[in-house]
């Protein structure tokens, strides 16, 4: 039912979703905020990380330099005698000449990395003893830097006499934005390094390196040199008198540091002042305030962000990022978050106009429909198929009624009975009144300001009726069923009584003299009266099943024996049609268990009998393995295994259904009840039944059990013990000579698989010979043991 109190409730329901609406976007909002917070600091956090990043290959460049420079002044103090060797390089070229001066290219191989050599043209031959010590120090700088994870600086040696210089890698030799040197910075860069070399030269200790700076970090050519006086012979350079001082400089770009892949567009700071462990500004502002705390803050041109580095000698950078090179990286964020102040207008928009259309107009129209609301839910009350009433909780009393409910009820005191028996606020009961079955259904609810209850009553009187008539026929079918069951398993009774007297009479006719022709007669009697006795076994089988009067008889058995018994019943059947017929028993059986032996032989012989049936030629096997094992229970499988005509996999989707039969018009007959019953009796033991095949492959049949174990021996070989002698097994099929093996191993014998070939005899060997007659022969002079089927 519809009323306005619904719409009401309905007003009121949108105003408490319109406050949660309210608190979820002001939830939102601060959401927003904060994740613009957070992808604000995670710019940041970038930004440090960029700076921490190229701070340490800064380090790590500079402590590499100076390590190398260290390097090269200990190999010339240690080795001046390899020095001394004039080895003219291979390859030189003159790539410049004028402004005063020669430049030539020297490599000792093709392969080797290039130096550039520079004298004055004045000079009439170009020194060799130079491009010895170029070529050797070219080649001390690729054995250093190839094995360096930082890249590697531009090197000069300038001797104080300005005989020549050189430099290291050559002009040209890095590829791409790697390159430092070109013609005119190598000129310059070499009249400045001269220039300090003269100004410092009577100041510089022998063997200790010194830093120095040349360029602008915003303008990118930013360099930092690091330097070392070294004492060169002056045979190398030419010149009479004592040793020459000479200067070794390594040239290193601060820019090259920070190109990695994630920073190739993205600029690591846009300044930078590095600060030496002496306090000295080799780059950057002279006046640079070396007091305050490592970390960044934000100054009145940008991000500022200081970092220092480790150990005893402490360098010190300070990096600037200016806030357009900030904010035009982060231009997509920004970008964003103006984009999600509109959207928060818009919907501020949208859920005022939702207010204006689902709140406010509703409840007008409300306020008008609520008398005809109430009129038309009496109406619909009163038309309804079912009985609706309304009864109040405090005193039963019943508030209001449709025709319905008062035609059946008449007075409310059936109601009023039912209600004081159902403590529960809602449920459903039936109740008898005046001769007519109705279904009551109940729930607690409120009405005008009071707890009622509201109860729909439905006749079901008929649907009575038909349940009970329901109830009739099925126990007529049940007793039926039973009635039934009890003739098939009487008239079994009867029938199987007679024909063992007719089987018995065949057997004792057998025994009397007869010709060819009766011989005949007799078996096909003998044959069909087995067959009648197996089926009508079947059939009391089933009806026990269906009757559930089948009842276990579990007992003491020996699964070896058993296996044996009924693989020997089935010798004669298989013999007559040319089938080979065998079992493989897994040694590990255990020799005794408790469990229904009838009712697994029974499975065993249905299968083989089936197995047999509908092979024409090859073998049947069974096999008994242990599948699992403890020391109270153990799970065996029996699987029987043909090379038969196979099972489609449609067929064996029905191949356990009771009467159904694989070939219909085969010759072997059968009712189609054995597999059914042998699925039925695996489930009724607890274990299962299954088939794998493949038509013209064969089939196998494999049942699992679950079976206690018992104490106790093998029977017939309690106390067998063989001699520890080798013993060779050899068998037409090579899983019967394996399992032969293994039993003969189980009782003290070194049994083994005899091969095709000759065999080694050992001293007292035994070869155990199974079907001789079906492989082919073998020279052996010693002990034979010969199994034929028997």
Not at 120 to 146: I, K, P, R
Not at 433 to 447: E, I, N
Not at 646 to 664: D, H, K, T
Request: aromatic share 8%; with cysteine.
């Amino acid at each position: 039912m519809t009323t306005d109190s619904t719409s009401l409730g309905k007003l009121a329901l949108s105003s408490m979703r319109l406050n949660r609406g309210v608190l979820i976007l002001v939830g939102v909002a601060v959401v927003l905020v904060g994740t613009c917070a957070w992808a604000l600091q995670r710019l940041l956090d970038v930004e440090v990380n960029k700076v921490d990043y190229h701070f340490s290959r800064l380090v790590e460049s500079l402590n590499e330099n100076r390590l190398f420079l260290s390097n090269v002044n200990s190999a010339v103090n240690d080795a001046q005698d390899v020095l001394t060797k004039n080895i003219t390089p291979l390859q030189s070229t003159l790539v410049f000449h004028g402004a005063g001066v020669n430049i030539y290219e020297g490599k000792e191989f093709s392969f080797s990395t290039p130096f550039n050599l520079a004298q004055s043209d004045a000079s009439e031959t170009v020194s060799q003893t130079a491009f010895s010590l170029g070529m050797h120090l070219a080649n001390f700088y690729s054995e250093f830097w190839s094995g360096s994870v930082v890249p590697s600086p531009q090197l000069f040696l300038l001797p104080s006499g300005h005989e020549f210089t050189l430099a290291v890698p050559a002009i040209g030799a890095r590829r791409g934005h790697a390159a430092i040197l070109s013609l005119e910075s190598y000129l310059e860069t070499s009249k400045g390094l001269l220039q300090l070399f003269k100004e410092r030269q009577s100041a510089l200790q022998e063997g200790q390196v010194y830093w120095a700076n040349t360029g602008n970090v915003s303008e990118g050519n930013a360099k930092v040199f690091g330097f070392i006086k070294i004492n060169l012979p002056t045979r190398f350079l030419r010149v009479e008198g004592d040793d020459r001082e000479v200067l070794l400089a390594a040239l290193i770009n601060v820019r090259r540091l920070s190109e990695t892949p994630t920073s190739v567009d993205t600029p690591a700071f846009d300044d930078l002042t590095l600060i030496a462990p002496s306090g000295e500004v080799l780059l950057g502002r002279r006046d640079e305030n070396n007091t305050r705390p490592d970390g960044m803050r934000f100054t009145s041109s940008g991000l500022e962000m200081k970092v220092a580095s480790d150990g005893d000698e402490r360098w010190t950078a300070v990096y600037r990022i200016s806030y357009d090179s900030f904010f035009h990286y982060a231009k997509w964020q920004l970008l964003s978050i103006f984009g999600i102040a509109l959207l928060c207008v818009y919907v501020g928009w949208l859920v005022n106009r939702w207010y204006r259309l689902r709140v406010v107009r509703p409840a007008e129209q409300a306020h008008r429909r609520v008398i005809e609301s109430e009129i038309f839910s009496r109406a619909v009350i009163d038309t309804a198929p079912t009985g609706l009433c309304v009864v109040r909780q405090s005193d039963n009393r019943m508030l209001l009624a449709n025709k319905r409910a008062q035609t059946w009820l008449g007075n409310s005191q059936y109601i009023s009975r039912l209600i004081r028996e159902q403590q529960a606020d809602m449920g459903e009961a039936c109740v008898e009144v005046g001769g007519r079955y109705l279904h009551v259904s109940f729930s607690s609810t409120r009405y005008q300001g009071q707890d009622v209850i509201v109860c729909a009553f439905s006749d079901v009187t008929g649907h009575k009726d038909d349940a009970a008539a329901l109830t009739r026929a099925r126990q007529q079918a049940e007793e039926a069923s039973q009635a039934k069951t009890t003739f098939l398993a009487t008239m079994s009774h009867e029938i199987r009584t007679p024909l063992y007297g007719v089987l018995g009479t065949l057997e004792l006719l057998e025994l009397t003299p007869l010709d060819k022709r009766q011989q005949v007669y007799l078996n096909t009697i003998s044959r069909s009266s087995s067959t009648l006795l197996q089926l009508i076994s079947d059939i009391l089988d089933v009806s026990k099943i269906e009757a559930g009067q089948m009842a276990l008889e579990p007992g003491r058995f020996c699964p070896l024996d058993m296996v044996e018994d009924v693989v020997d019943a089935y010798a004669a059947a298989a013999e007559g049609k040319g089938l080979q017929i065998y079992a493989c028993i897994d040694p590990q059986v255990p020799d005794q268990l408790d469990g229904d032996q009838s009712r697994i032989r029974q499975i065993l012989n249905n299968l083989l009998n089936n197995a047999i049936k509908f092979t024409d030629y090859g073998r049947v096997v069974l096999r008994l393995k242990v599948v699992q094992r403890d020391t109270q229970h153990v799970t065996l499988q029996w699987q029987v295994t043909d090379t038969g005509v196979g099972i489609s996999e449609a067929q064996q989707q029905r191949l356990f259904e009771p009467f159904y039969q694989v070939f219909n018009g085969h010759s072997a007959g059968g009712t189609g009840l054995g597999l059914s019953i042998c699925m039925r009796l695996s489930e009724l033991m607890g274990g299962q039944l299954r088939v794998v095949s493949e038509p013209g492959l064969g089939s196998s049949f494999s049942l699992l059990l679950n079976l206690p174990i018992l104490e106790g021996t093998l029977p017939a070989v309690s106390d067998l013990q063989l001699r520890p002698s080798p013993v060779y097994v050899r068998a037409p099929v090579t899983e019967l000579a394996e399992t032969t093996c293994g039993w003969l191993n189980r009782w003290g014998a070194q049994a083994l698989v005899a091969s095709a070939g000759p065999i080694n005899l050992s001293p007292g060997a035994v070869l155990v010979d199974l079907l001789p007659g079906r492989h082919g022969s073998l020279e052996w002079d010693g002990p034979r043991v010969i199994g034929v089927p028997g």
